[in-house]
């Protein structure tokens, strides 16, 4: 009885013990032309404007995102995992330009600025948030292209989440429109 006793004490530090243990944040990973959209299952580098990766734990490989609302509403969703190790975005202060927002300019999403709802529509012609490594960069963007400043911790469940009528982006998408073919 008294070895039982020492085995359960034994293996209750140990478990003790683990939960302590901080896991290493995982490094943001380089965009390559593989990356495939977590939605749309699409190549993500076909698609304008900021994308996103999440890291969850125990998987080695990032959740891509054409979209950075879509990795928001990833994180917001209840259907989603809460297994999130990291969450990256482009940081758009240093992207070339909204056609070349970088593959390996990355920002941890925590820390990042965003525009939430701007008259610029992310790659999949949704509303999106727009994210950018200073404050400054957000609010010079959000005053030419309107919006809110806000923080991820700030991006509401109802921006990401709602039903979007893309219809108007993707009328640009038809034939003989003055959008891309």
């Given at each position: 009885?008294?070895?039982?006793?020492?085995?359960?004490?034994?293996?209750?530090?140990?478990?003790?013990?683990?939960?302590?243990?901080?896991?290493?944040?995982?490094?943001?990973?380089?965009?390559?032309?593989?990356?495939?959209?977590?939605?749309?299952?699409?190549?993500?580098?076909?698609?304008?404007?900021?994308?996103?990766?999440?890291?969850?734990?125990?998987?080695?490989?990032?959740?891509?995102?054409?979209?950075?609302?879509?990795?928001?509403?990833?994180?917001?969703?209840?259907?989603?995992?809460?297994?999130?190790?990291?969450?990256?975005?482009?940081?758009?202060?240093?992207?070339?330009?909204?056609?070349?927002?970088?593959?390996?300019?990355?920002?941890?999403?925590d820390e990042a600025w965003f525009v939430t709802g701007s008259n610029q529509a992310g790659g999949m012609g949704a509303p999106e948030t727009i994210p950018?490594?200073?404050?400054?960069?957000?609010?010079?963007?959000?005053?030419?292209?309107?919006?809110?400043?806000?923080?991820?911790?700030?991006?509401?469940?109802?921006?990401?989440?709602?039903?979007?009528?893309?219809?108007?982006?993707?009328?640009?998408?038809?034939?003989?429109?003055?959008?891309?073919?």
């Amino acid at each position: 009885m008294i070895r039982l006793g020492f085995v359960f004490l034994a293996a209750s530090l140990l478990v003790g013990c683990q939960e302590e243990i901080e896991i290493a944040k995982p490094a943001a990973i380089k965009l390559t032309p593989e990356a495939a959209g977590h939605y749309c299952q699409m190549t993500v580098l076909e698609h304008d404007g900021p994308k996103a990766q999440i890291h969850l734990a125990g998987n080695p490989f990032p959740v891509w995102f054409t979209q950075v609302r879509d990795a928001v509403a990833f994180k917001l969703s209840p259907e989603e995992t809460d297994e999130i190790a990291a969450i990256y975005v482009n940081d758009m202060d240093k992207a070339v330009s909204w056609t070349q927002p970088g593959n390996d300019n990355w920002i941890d999403a925590d820390e990042a600025w965003f525009v939430t709802g701007s008259n610029q529509a992310g790659g999949m012609g949704a509303p999106e948030t727009i994210p950018f490594g200073t404050e400054t960069g957000a609010r010079e963007f959000a005053d030419k292209n309107g919006g809110d400043v806000v923080r991820l911790a700030d991006i509401s469940e109802d921006y990401v989440l709602a039903p979007v009528d893309v219809s108007s982006a993707l009328q640009l998408l038809k034939p003989g429109s003055n959008g891309v073919h």
